[in-house]
Structures are given as C-alpha cells and as structure tokens.
C-alpha cells in the first residue's frame, strides 16, 4: 500500500479547545497538522498569525505543515520557521520571483512547498519541480474550509507527477472525502488534507484510515 500522508486541517477544529483537536487528530493518525494562514488581503478570509502556530508547536508531536495564503510570503518566512513550522508551502501568484521564495524556504531547513489555484495551469510550475519538496493543488478557491471539491482541477495532479521526481510530494486541498480523496491517490497524490471531513466526522480515526 502507498503511505499517503493526511494532513488535517485544523481550520475546521474548535479553536476554543484546540489543543484537545489536534491530540484529537494526532491520536487518530494523522501525519501531519495543516495549518491556514490567511491574510485578508491574498484571500479574503482572516485566520491564523505566527503567535498561534508557536503556541501549537508546543503542544503537537507531529510535523506543522503551513499553508501561507498571504501576498509577500517571502517577509514571513523567518517569523513561520521560528515559530515551529516543519513544511511552508506559499502560492505561486502571491509572488514574483518564486525561485527566491523556494530558497529562502530551503535556507531554514524547512521544506518548501509551491500551491497553485484552481485557474493557475500546472505547466505554469514546471519549471520549479526540482527545487521543490512539496507542490499543494488547490481543488477550492483558497479562502474557506467547507467548499465542494473541483474537479477539473484533479487533472493537474497527473500533469505535475509526469514531471516530478519520486521523492516531490504532491499534495491537495480542498472538498476531501473518502471518495475526492480516492480520485487524488489514484491520479498521483500522495498528500491529502482535509478539514470538515475529518473534524466534521463522528470517528476520526475512521475518516482518517479511509483516506489512508
Ligand atoms: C482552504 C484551505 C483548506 C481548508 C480545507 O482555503 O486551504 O485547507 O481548510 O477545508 P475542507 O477540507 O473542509 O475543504
Ligand atoms: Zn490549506
């Protein structure tokens, strides 16, 4: 069987008791925490800042996978990096010069990940492939937990595999269950996160052993 890696994300979680949510997760077998950073400004939604994901570092035991969803990603890595993330992944129209973003990322020793939106073509980021640890496919409009899941956009994933090495993770986001899940694996992903299936299920551990 693939070791798919399954991400929940904790913007679907009860912030007033997030620590119980995310031991909730990592008991359940989670891989890794997802956390969204919105800005209000790349997105039009306003979520989690640095503070917080300093103060889950101290309460996870599993790597933080940080999804910026902010324009001038490149003023907060360092800030991101202090405060314990393990993956930072920024989008690719948040920036113009992405090689320097990606650099800037690998410099800390922290995985670099590039995310594209559901207009963005994948043969837009090529060319970033090699330099890159994870590549994130949008299958939403970035801003919102809850949305339905985007087809059209799961075809991105076999176009970025055919050109990626073994070891690039290819990661998804946006309206995944079991079933949009299953369509991500079978086309290549090898990276899953998921907020109100997960969070929004009765048995935790089941939702996550059905994207598994
Ligand atoms: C959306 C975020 C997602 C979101 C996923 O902009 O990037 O990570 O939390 O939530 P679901 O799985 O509920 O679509
Ligand atoms: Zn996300």
Redesign the pocket.
């Known amino acids: 069987m693939k070791n798919i890696i399954i991400s929940p994300?904790i913007?679907?979680a009860d912030f007033v008791n997030l620590e119980r949510d995310i031991k909730r997760v990592e008991k359940a077998g989670a891989d890794w925490l997802?956390i969204?950073v919105?800005d209000g400004h790349f997105?039009p939604?306003i979520t989690i800042g640095v503070p917080v994901v300093k103060s889950i570092k101290k309460v996870s035991s599993i790597p933080l996978d940080v999804?910026l969803?902010i324009e001038n990603p490149q003023k907060y890595v360092e800030a991101f990096k202090n405060a314990g993330a393990d993956i930072i992944t920024f989008h690719y129209e948040a920036v113009e010069d992405v090689f320097a973003v990606i650099n800037l990322i690998k410099s800390y020793g922290v995985k670099a990940g590039l995310s594209i939106k559901p207009q963005t073509p994948a043969e837009n980021i090529l060319e970033f492939l090699p330099d890159l640890d994870l590549v994130l496919i949008?299958t939403?409009?970035?801003?919102?937990?809850?949305?339905k899941?985007m087809h059209d956009c799961a075809q991105k994933i076999v176009e970025i595999k055919q050109n990626a090495s073994d070891d690039l993770i290819i990661q998804v986001?946006?309206?995944?269950?079991n079933i949009t899940g299953h369509i991500c694996t079978s086309l290549g992903a090898n990276s899953l996160?998921?907020?109100?299936?997960?969070y929004?299920h009765n048995d935790i551990a089941q939702a996550i052993k059905s994207l598994k």
């Open positions: 994300s913007l679907s997802h969204d919105m997105v939604n999804h969803m949008m939403v409009e970035p801003g919102f937990g809850g949305q899941f986001d946006g309206g995944i269950n996160v998921a907020g109100n299936y997960i929004g």
